[in-house]
Structures are given as structure tokens and as C-alpha cells.
């Protein structure tokens, strides 16, 4: 991955939609290099996807929580059981298994405080092996961002 490269994949980070003639504007490139350097990127894997950002509140999902969950055994079997299964909860939008004071962390989106009850009661207790749920409501979110520091940018 050269510095085009990285400008490329930069501006498609801030601006998914942006055309080819836009690109090769930015980039100084005409397009076929720029739609080469493109799928090369995508076939190589760099580039994974494209996706719309959601405003979650506008979408009816005004209530976001971080659960740290605690396991009762680290055997294999037990841990690759709850990866199976919380991957089916829609409400679960990242999950990390973490080195620490817990086992997991979850971010959660639902639509209020009795989604999230709901959740854990109908959905998170009924999973085997969890022996503590930690919930941390967030408040406010000071910055949210998917996009990766491949270009250093100025700041003014």
C-alpha cells in the first residue's frame, strides 16, 4: 500500500459516495488507475465493504449500553458456545472477548431501558456459563468514528 493508496482509501473512509471522476480530481490520477488501484484494494481484502451510516436515534435506537459479561468456565468449548450465540442477537452490534477483569464486552443498541431489560432478562441470561452482566448506560458519545489514520491529516 503506497500513499495514493492511502489517500484513496481516506477519502472513500469519509465519503463512501464518491464517483471515480471525484476520486481521480482528488488523487490527481485519471480514472482507470484509480479503478484498478480500487479493486485491487478490494480483492487484496483492505477494503472489506461500503455501508451507510445510520443515525441510531433517527432510526428509534436511542439507548446504547456496554455490557461486560463474565464467564463461569474458560474451557474451549464454553467460550466458542457464547461466540456462537451472541452472534445471533441483533442487538448486539460488537462483541470483543478481552484479557482483564471480564470476559467479554458488548455494545448494545435498543430502543430504551426496558429493550435493554428485555435483552439481558429474555436473551443474555438464558445464555449457558454466564456467571456476572456489568451494564454501562452511555450518557453522551464524545467521538465515534470507523474510520482508520491512514493519512496524516492537519490540524488548523
Known amino acids: 500500500m503506497d500513499d495514493i ?20 480530481f482528488e488523487l490527481g490520477l485519471s ?3 484509480i479503478y484498478e488501484r480500487l479493486r485491487r484494494l478490494e480483492r487484496n481484502g483492505l ?13 428509534g435506537f436511542g439507548f446504547e449500553v456496554f455490557s461486560s459479561v463474565t464467564l463461569e468456565s474458560h474451557k474451549a468449548d464454553f467460550l ?10 441483533p442487538e448486539v452490534l460488537e462483541c470483543y472477548h478481552l484479557a482483564g477483569s471480564f470476559d467479554f464486552l458488548l455494545k448494545v443498541l435498543v430502543k430504551d431501558m426496558d429493550g435493554y431489560t428485555t435483552f439481558v432478562n429474555q436473551k443474555l441470561a438464558k445464555l449457558n456459563n454466564i456467571r ?5 448506560m452511555v450518557l453522551k458519545k464524545i467521538k465515534q468514528t470507523t474510520a482508520l489514520p491512514l493519512v496524516d491529516e492537519v490540524s488548523s
Open 47 to 59: 477494503i472489506t465493504g461500503y455501508h451507510a451510516a445510520v443515525d441510531s436515534k433517527k432510526a
Open 5 to 24: 493508496d492511502r489517500k484513496l482509501i481516506s477519502l472513500l473512509q469519509a465519503n463512501g459516495k464518491l464517483t471515480m471522476k471525484e476520486l481521480s
Open 132 to 136: 456476572l452482566v456489568q451494564s454501562m
Open 80 to 89: 466458542r458456545e457464547f461466540e456462537v450465540e451472541i452472534t445471533k442477537f
Open 31 to 33: 480514472i482507470t488507475p
